[in-house]
Every structure is written in structure tokens, then in C-alpha cells.
């Protein structure tokens, strides 16, 4: 398992929060994701040999929010 941490532009409430998380667990390969208003970010854990970051950017972003390294 790797960790990574996205930061992540365009929350602003709860709903996002969960809307974030949502996306993130569901890619295969994603073990587990912290998502944070405050910090703006995600902390995602998962198996690099079934996704990579560019995979996690692409899925955060296809909802709608802005996500970098």
C-alpha cells in the first residue's frame, strides 16, 4: 500500500466532504481516504498496482473538484 495526499479546491461543506470520499473509495485499488474541509486535502491510501495518482486526480476532478499533488 502507498499514501498519498491530494490537495483538493471546490469543498466547501460536509456534503462535499462525503461527496470526495465517496469517489475516492469507490476506485479500485483505494483502500482508504481522510478527506479534510479544513485542510483542503485527502490522504489516500491504495495498491499501486491497481491505480496511480493521475487515476485519483482524474476521478476527483470528473466531480466536479479541483485536485493537484
Do not use: Q, W
Not at 482508504?32 to 485542510?39: C, G, T
Not at 490522504?43 to 485536485?67: H, M, Q, R, S, W
Amino acid at each position: 500500500m502507498e499514501t498519498l495526499t491530494l490537495h483538493i479546491d471546490g469543498m466547501t461543506c460536509g456534503g462535499c466532504v462525503k461527496s470526495v470520499t465517496r469517489i475516492l473509495t469507490g476506485i479500485d485499488g483505494v483502500a482508504k481516504a481522510e478527506v479534510s474541509l479544513e485542510n483542503k486535502n485527502a490522504v489516500i491510501e491504495f495498491d499501486p498496482a491497481k491505480t496511480n495518482a493521475a487515476a485519483l486526480i482524474d476521478a476527483v476532478e470528473d466531480g466536479g473538484y479541483d485536485a493537484a499533488l
